[in-house]
């Protein structure tokens, strides 16, 4: 399909900068395949589904994955996207035509790595001296990567690092948060589990590809960047039981909803998953473990909006976005939510 197809006009003043507090505050936008919209509140979540009903978030955890440093004079930016071992990273480079193969980039706080290798897209293998692990060394010279469209507007701050963090977090090594997860509270929780709602994780650990702009004209010539996720046996074993009994699975974000669609087989049976996908999801794809979604609203031309468009039906979504916009919704990572029940 044309990559124009997924374009439209949002206003910069619809960016969030920062999230709603408290933050079960944010507005909701429920949708279905067709019929009016309804404007509501994430707290008010529950009264929209039905017991029985799964939600399935993201347990990964952001890591201070982005680095300044510099290569001699030269100033090096990295963003770690994905973990290769216990000291290599694959990482987006900014200002990469100043390094070669072999060279040495000192980061602050005494850490530094090896630009082992520069792949086909660009990115670059990180190869970090020391024994330490690569998670500690971050934790003293990085920060944390807050998406572009917000870090060019203002610089990262001490509120950012648990702003930009779910409440589910425990497992480190996303670069991005699953950012529909970032709604949720205790409280909401607890409403939730009050109507029936069941609470199921996954992990799947984000990588810095889900910010990058499709450059290609066409969808069919658009590599997705490779993300590593698991589903263990338990829970696949009991979400494929809710199902049976009548229950909804509802992903709560696109990296949810692509994990359970990678792990699923062509009857709609969630299996085991441990390793990478980079499946790529755009209208006329057939979805086989999900029956619906929350979600943030997401950049033109972006993998995501591909993706939401595709569960709901591209004129569907465009008429989504232009209410969001109308409605003044706030949009990306830290802006409002939606709930798609196709």
Same mark, same amino acid.
């Given at each position: 399909?044309?990559?124009?197809?997924?374009?439209?006009?949002? $206003?910069?003043?619809?960016?969030?900068?920062?999230?709603?507090?408290?933050?079960?505050?944010?507005?909701?936008?429920?949708?279905?395949?067709?019929?009016?919209?309804?404007?509501?509140?994430?707290?008010?979540?529950?009264?929209?589904? /039905?017991? *029985?009903?799964?939600? !399935?978030?993201?347990?990964?955890?952001?890591?201070?994955?982005?680095?300044?440093?510099?290569?001699?004079?030269?100033?090096?930016?990295?963003?770690?996207?994905?973990?290769?071992?216990?000291?290599?990273?694959?990482?987006?480079?900014?200002?990469?035509?100043?390094? #070669?193969?072999?060279?040495?980039?000192?980061?602050?706080?005494?850490?530094?790595?090896?630009?082992?290798?520069?792949?086909?897209?660009?990115?670059?293998?990180?190869?970090?001296?020391?024994?330490?692990?690569?998670?500690?060394?971050?934790? #003293?010279? &990085?920060?944390?990567?807050?998406?572009?469209?917000?870090? *060019?507007?203002?610089?990262?701050?001490?509120?950012?690092?648990?702003?930009?963090?779910?409440?589910?977090?425990?497992?480190?090594?996303?670069?991005?948060? $699953?950012?529909?997860?970032?709604?949720?509270?205790?409280?909401?929780?607890?409403?939730?589990?009050?109507?029936?709602? !069941?609470?199921?994780?996954?992990?799947?650990?984000?990588?810095?590809?889900?910010?990058?702009?499709?450059?290609?004209?066409?969808?069919?010539?658009?590599?997705?960047?490779?993300?590593? &996720?698991?589903?263990?046996?338990?829970?696949?074993?009991?979400?494929?039981?809710? #199902?049976?009994?009548?229950?909804?699975?509802?992903?709560?974000?696109?990296?949810?909803?692509?994990?359970?669609?990678?792990?699923?087989?062509?009857?709609?049976?969630?299996?085991?998953?441990? *390793?990478?996908?980079?499946?790529?999801?755009?209208? &006329?794809?057939?979805?086989?473990?999900?029956?619906?979604?929350?979600?943030?609203?997401?950049?033109?031309?972006?993998?995501?909006?591909?993706?939401?468009?595709?569960?709901? *039906?591209?004129?569907?979504?465009?008429?989504?976005?232009?209410?969001?916009?109308?409605?003044?919704? /706030?949009?990306?990572?830290? &802006?409002?939510?939606?709930?798609?029940?196709?």
């Amino acid at each position: 399909m044309r990559v124009d197809l997924f374009d439209f006009e949002l $206003p910069p003043e619809r960016i969030a900068l920062r999230p709603a507090r408290p933050r079960d505050a944010a507005r909701m936008l429920v949708a279905g395949r067709e019929g009016p919209f309804q404007d509501a509140r994430v707290s008010e979540l529950p009264g929209f589904l /039905r017991a *029985g009903d799964v939600l !399935v978030f993201n347990d990964t955890r952001v890591i201070p994955a982005q680095l300044e440093g510099q290569r001699g004079m030269a100033r090096i930016g990295a963003t770690l996207h994905k973990r290769i071992d216990l000291r290599r990273w694959q990482a987006f480079v900014r200002n990469a035509k100043r390094l #070669r193969e072999g060279d040495t980039i000192d980061f602050p706080a005494e850490v530094s790595a090896v630009a082992e290798q520069r792949h086909a897209d660009g990115s670059w293998t990180l190869a970090f001296a020391g024994d330490e692990p690569v998670e500690v060394l971050l934790e #003293r010279a &990085g920060k944390m990567p807050l998406p572009p469209y917000i870090a *060019g507007k203002r610089p990262t701050d001490e509120a950012d690092l648990s702003d930009y963090q779910t409440m589910f977090a425990s497992k480190d090594g996303a670069v991005a948060a $699953p950012t529909a997860a970032l709604h949720f509270t205790p409280d909401l929780l607890t409403g939730l589990a009050d109507a029936g709602v !069941v609470q199921e994780t996954l992990t799947l650990h984000v990588g810095a590809g889900t910010f990058l702009p499709v450059k290609a004209d066409d969808t069919a010539d658009h590599a997705m960047h490779a993300e590593w &996720g698991s589903i263990d046996a338990a829970t696949a074993e009991r979400l494929n039981a809710a #199902r049976s009994n009548g229950g909804r699975i509802i992903p709560v974000g696109t990296t949810s909803l692509r994990l359970l669609e990678s792990a699923a087989d062509e009857t709609g049976a969630v299996l085991p998953f441990e *390793g990478d996908t980079s499946i790529f999801i755009t209208p &006329g794809y057939r979805f086989k473990a999900v029956d619906g979604l929350m979600t943030n609203f997401h950049l033109p031309r972006s993998t995501l909006f591909m993706l939401v468009s595709a569960l709901m *039906g591209l004129e569907r979504m465009q008429a989504v976005y232009a209410h969001a916009i109308a409605e003044e919704y /706030r949009f990306y990572s830290y &802006g409002d939510a939606s709930l798609l029940l196709p």
